[in-house]
C-alpha cells in the first residue's frame, strides 16, 4: 500500500528572499499579460518577461551556465516570434459567449490541477536512492573541482555539453542570418 502520495516536503530547499519574491511577483505579472494582451507584441514582449526572470532566478541561485543558456534560448525564441508574427494579419477579437469562457477556465483549471497533482506525486515517491551522493564525493577527487554542477557539465557529460552549445551557436547564426536578410530586403524596398 502508498501511502503519502501527495506529500510535500521543504526540508533541504532553499529558503526564499525578497528577490525571489519580487521575481516571483514579476513573473506572474508577465504571465497575466501574455495571456490577456491584446496586441501580438505585447504579448511576445511579457513572454520575453517571463524567460529573462526565469534567468535571473538561475543567477540568483548560482547556475550561470543555466542562466546563459536561458537568455540566448529567450533571445533567439523572441527574435523568431517577432520575425513570425510580424506577417501575420491583425488580431481581430469576436466576442465570446459566457459558456465558451467558463469551459476554457474549466479546463484550463482541470489540467493545471492534473499537472500538479503529478507534480507532487512524483516528488513524494522515490523508489531509487538519489545518485547525488556519488556526484558530491566524488566530483574533486575525479574532475578537480568544487561546483558539482559545473563538473557535471564540463567532465561527466562534456560531449553533452559540446553538442548543446553548437545547437545553441547554430540557432543563433540563423536568428542572425534572417534578421540581416530581412534589413537587407527592407532597404531595397524604400
Do not use: W
Request: hydrophobic content about 50%; overall charge positive; proline content about 2%.
Amino acid at each position: 500500500m502508498i501511502t503519502g502520495s501527495f506529500s510535500y516536503s521543504v526540508k533541504g530547499n532553499a529558503s526564499i528572499g525578497v528577490y525571489e519574491l519580487v521575481l516571483s511577483a514579476v513573473m506572474i505579472a508577465a504571465t497575466f499579460t501574455t495571456v490577456f494582451a491584446r496586441s501580438r507584441l505585447t504579448a511576445i514582449i511579457s513572454l520575453g518577461v517571463i524567460g529573462y526572470t526565469l534567468a535571473l532566478f538561475f543567477v540568483i541561485f548560482r547556475a550561470p551556465d543555466l542562466a546563459l543558456t536561458q537568455l540566448i534560448i529567450e533571445t533567439i525564441s523572441v527574435a523568431l516570434f517577432l520575425l513570425c508574427f510580424y506577417h501575420l494579419p491583425k488580431l481581430r477579437f469576436k466576442p465570446k459567449t459566457k459558456k465558451f469562457r467558463i469551459t476554457n477556465a474549466l479546463v484550463s483549471i482541470g489540467v493545471g490541477a492534473v499537472v500538479t497533482l503529478l507534480a507532487l506525486a512524483s516528488n513524494s515517491q522515490r523508489s531509487l536512492e538519489s545518485i547525488s551522493s556519488y556526484f558530491i564525493e566524488n566530483s574533486y577527487k575525479l574532475a578537480g573541482g568544487h561546483n558539482i554542477v559545473n563538473v557535471v557539465l564540463v567532465d561527466f557529460r562534456g560531449f553533452d555539453t559540446l553538442f548543446e552549445i553548437t545547437v545553441l551557436t547554430i540557432a543563433s547564426l540563423g536568428i542572425y542570418g534572417m534578421i540581416k536578410l530581412r534589413m537587407e530586403k527592407g532597404g531595397e524596398e524604400q
